[in-house]
């Protein structure tokens, strides 16, 4: 299994997300090649909903490197 990258936390409200990110872990995993800055200058990052609110932040999102894509077979089956 993949290890997880986490770069920070969210928090819904009636908005949408309010998003911190880890200034210090962002430029970790640019140095270390796990995120990628696209043609037009935009890094990929992923949001993903936790199962359960976290007790001490009280954040309902995590933020992390997004997973790579999965390989595509070549099989119709």
């Known amino acids: 299994m993949d290890e997880i990258t ?3 936390n969210a928090w819904s409200d009636d908005y949408g997300l309010n998003v911190t990110v880890n200034v210090e872990k962002f430029k970790q ?3 270390d090649g796990k995120l990628e800055i ?5 890094v990929r990052i992923r949001v993903q909903k936790l199962k359960t609110v976290n007790d001490r932040s009280k954040a309902t999102h995590y ?3 997004p997973k790579p ?5 070549d099989f119709p089956f």
């Open 69 to 73: 894509p999965k390989e595509k077979d």
């Open 63 to 65: 933020v992390a490197v």
């Open 29 to 31: 995993a640019m140095k």
């Open 38 to 42: 696209n043609k037009y200058g935009d």
């Open 6 to 8: 986490f770069l920070g």
